[in-house]
């Protein structure tokens, strides 16, 4: 562990302690941004609905508030067996086929991403799939965890694989409790949206099949760039992660992914649908599952405000001879076609479900999501004029 970053932790935990919670706030923001200064956070967008805020003269914190702290800031001291990273080997490419290192800048920064091209690819147009990452995690980790360059190869698919950098983010994780960083056009939406567009310019790509997914703070943040970029993805999923707007700072942010958010973003009238499928473990201690329920309700009030469609239910339960069990629950429209996805895994804890042990915080026991989650998206082109 970090040392320097450990020791920014106690300290904003003492400061929590004595009453101080908006200073500790502001000293865990700053120990995940490497030490640098915090630059102000700008004006939430009107249809960002703030939840409850603490009073800067509040005196004292709360038990639970310390408790909820005191839990996180354990998981960096101690940490689980199944967030260890694993020890890959650099990935196996077929061949004629390209995992490629790439850098995209713009007016926000600049990222790093790792894309797969498959061996078929002769210039012919080809769906994208856009993969974030979870805390600790990078592209080629992740890309080993999923297996989804596997499937691209079998399905004919393109897969970028952003990288969040350690000067954005110490843990490497997503921003997704920034406000700036929960809007169109600015900072990391824009960076991922511009490496999206930056692939479909240099490749030939289905403007109609361009989904984007994503685990924990990277499931989040696709939440997040399916509110934001309607119009760009065709369909977005989320795994273990948490509702787009579902935090405004850090501290919120451990309170939503302990219990839940009150400050989801609410769809505009306008807005396009985005078609969405959900994975998340039942014994999640990381995300808690109510989150996945909020990702659902985010998507069942956009779909109604989109087009006020009705909804039929077909929940199943599934007992496989082999792996944990799962029920998978399909919202489908007027037309009985599935528009939201939910897959609750029975046992399964902060993991990609069904990943290979070849990269982190993956569960090969459950139900194979990079497969369901391709298969969902495959069903979803997005309907351009």
């Known amino acids: 562990m970090h040392t320097v970053f450990l020791q920014s932790m106690q300290d904003a935990l003492q400061l929590v ?12 923001q ?43 800031l354990d998981k960096f001291q101690v940490p689980l067996a199944e967030t260890k990273t694993a020890n890959h080997s650099p990935l196996a490419i077929p061949k004629g086929a390209q995992f490629l290192a790439k850098t995209y800048h713009n007016a926000q920064g600049t990222h790093d991403y790792k894309l797969y091209v498959p061996s078929q690819y002769q210039g012919q147009a080809m769906p994208l799939v856009v993969m974030l990452h979870g805390c600790t995690q990078s592209a080629d980790d992740f890309a080993a965890g999923t297996q989804m360059n596997a499937l691209a190869e079998e399905f004919g698919v393109l897969v970028a694989y952003p990288n969040q950098t350690n ?29 999206t567009q930056a692939v479909m310019h240099d490749y030939a790509v289905d403007k109609r099949r361009v989904y984007i997914a994503g685990l924990s703070a990277g499931g989040a943040m696709a939440a997040i760039m399916a509110q934001v970029y309607p119009e760009l993805y065709a369909a977005v999923g989320v795994h273990s992660g948490l509702a787009a707007g579902s935090a ?26 985005v078609p969405t499928i959900v994975f998340h473990g039942d014994q999640d201690q990381t995300v808690n599952q109510v989150n996945a329920e909020q990702v659902l309700n985010q998507a069942k009030a956009t779909l109604q405000a989109s087009n ?43 993991a990609w479900a069904g990943g290979s042990p070849a990269g982190s915080y993956t569960d090969p026991q459950a139900p194979n999501a990079s497969r369901e989650m391709l298969r969902f998206f495959l069903e979803h082109p997005q309907h351009k004029p």
Request: hydrophobic fraction near 35%; aromatic fraction near 8%; charge should be positive.
């Open 167 to 195: 000067s954005a983010n110490l843990k490497r994780c997503w921003n997704w409790f920034n406000p700036q960083d929960q809007q169109a056009n600015q900072g990391e939406p824009a960076l991922i949206a511009g490496i």
């Open 308 to 350: 006020d469609e009705y909804f039929n239910v077909d929940k199943q339960q599934i007992t496989p001879a082999q792996g944990r069990s799962y029920t998978r629950t399909q919202f489908k429209d007027a037309q009985q076609h599935t528009q939201i996805e939910y897959w609750l895994i029975q046992g399964a804890g902060h």
């Open 248 to 273: 405004h700072d850090l501290m919120s942010a451990l309170n939503a992914m302990r219990s839940g958010s009150r400050s989801a973003l609410t769809p505009k009238p306008t807005q396009r649908f």
């Open 17 to 28: 302690k004595s009453g101080q919670v908006l200073q500790a706030t502001a000293a865990i």
């Open 30 to 72: 700053m120990a995940l941004n490497g030490n640098q200064p915090i630059v102000p956070n700008k004006p939430l967008d009107p249809h960002v609905i703030e939840g409850e805020v603490i009073k800067p003269n509040a005196t004292k914190a709360s038990t639970e508030s310390l408790a909820a702290f005191q839990t996180w």
